[in-house]
């Protein structure tokens, strides 16, 4: 893994806090794809966009 700051993969969302404990230290995850990795709570999840809401 290379800090290049190239386009991320299709469908990646960056999250700024961990959704389950809110800390901010996340770090991207191998398996499976786009997964991000918690390092206060371990909890591993993904981030995913539905869609737009209508207004
Ligand atoms: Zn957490």
């Given amino acids: ?3 290049d700051g190239g386009a991320a993969p299709e469908g990646r969302m960056v999250p700024f806090y961990c959704p389950y404990c809110g800390d901010e230290e996340l770090v991207p ?3 499976p794809a786009g997964a991000w990795k918690c390092t206060a709570c ?5 981030v995913r966009l539905v ?3 209508s207004g």
């Fill in 42 to 46: 371990l909890r591993v999840f993904t």
């Fill in 29 to 31: 995850e191998a398996e």
């Fill in 1 to 3: 893994m290379s800090a």
């Fill in 51 to 53: 869609g737009l809401a």
